[in-house]
């Protein structure tokens, strides 16, 4: 079993929907949790960071952990083209100095 | 401001030769510096990482090797390149506590 399990997708959505992405882990020890945007051909981007559970919202993207059922899930509101992407989630056992295990990354297409 | 340098941007090399691929760091001292294989259709793999000079850990047994010669620098290599070596190689660093900051990435075709 995989530590960190996350759909790869594809996921087409049209422009304007609610996208949920999610990932399930097995390492209860898991502290800090992050959602990470790579476009094709590009280096992934910091999205989210959190490290409690519950939801955590910024512009139109809301991460949420539910440490209880090891799942954590990010939601795209109002969707737009410039969104499409790979969305990796990623988390560690400590905040600035530990690894981070990744998920496979969900590819997301949001069609005008 | 903090910013990272990851070059080159695409390369690729024969079975058999060398690699070095290079990244640096500025803004910031002492980083935590890491290197990470992404494959085709797969997630994030940690190769090595670095908490300070001369320090390397390896996550994978591998046909790569990683050297921090300065604070800022963060270099990985191979003597022979494998097929098997292909991929999209990305460098980090820890800002601020707050996830990593990626390098821009080196996609490495062996042919």
């Known amino acids: 079993q995989k530590e960190v399990e996350q759909d790869p997708g594809p996921l087409s959505v049209p422009e304007g929907a609610i996208v949920s992405l999610n990932c399930t882990y097995s390492?209860?020890?898991?502290?800090?949790f992050m959602w990470y945007r790579q476009y094709s051909r590009k280096g992934p981007e910091l999205l989210m960071y959190t490290y409690s559970s519950g939801n955590k919202e910024d512009g139109r993207f809301t991460a949420q952990v539910d440490k209880s059922s090891k799942y954590i899930s990010l939601f795209i509101r109002d969707s737009q083209p410039s969104d499409s992407a790979t969305y990796l989630c990623a988390m560690s056992l400590s905040g600035n100095t530990g690894k981070l295990i990744f998920g496979q990354g969900t590819t997301l297409q949001v069609k005008p | 401001s903090q910013t990272i340098h990851q070059w080159p941007a695409t390369l690729v090399q024969p079975v058999g030769s060398p690699l070095s691929l290079e990244c640096t760091v500025e803004?910031?001292?002492?980083?935590?510096l890491y290197w990470y294989r992404q494959a085709a259709g797969r997630g994030l793999q940690l190769l090595f990482y670095?908490?300070?000079?001369?320090?390397i850990s390896s996550e994978v047994p591998q046909n790569l090797s990683a050297s921090r010669p300065q604070d800022r620098q963060f270099i990985l290599s191979s003597k022979k390149l494998l097929l098997s070596d292909s991929g999209f190689y990305l460098c980090?660093?820890?800002?601020?506590?707050?996830?990593?900051?990626f390098g821009s990435g080196t996609r490495l075709t062996v042919v």
């Open positions: 803004g910031t001292s002492n980083p935590n």
């Open positions: 670095s908490v300070g000079i001369g320090q």
């Open positions: 390492n209860s020890a898991f502290q800090y």
């Open positions: 980090a660093w820890i800002s601020g506590g707050y996830g990593y900051t």
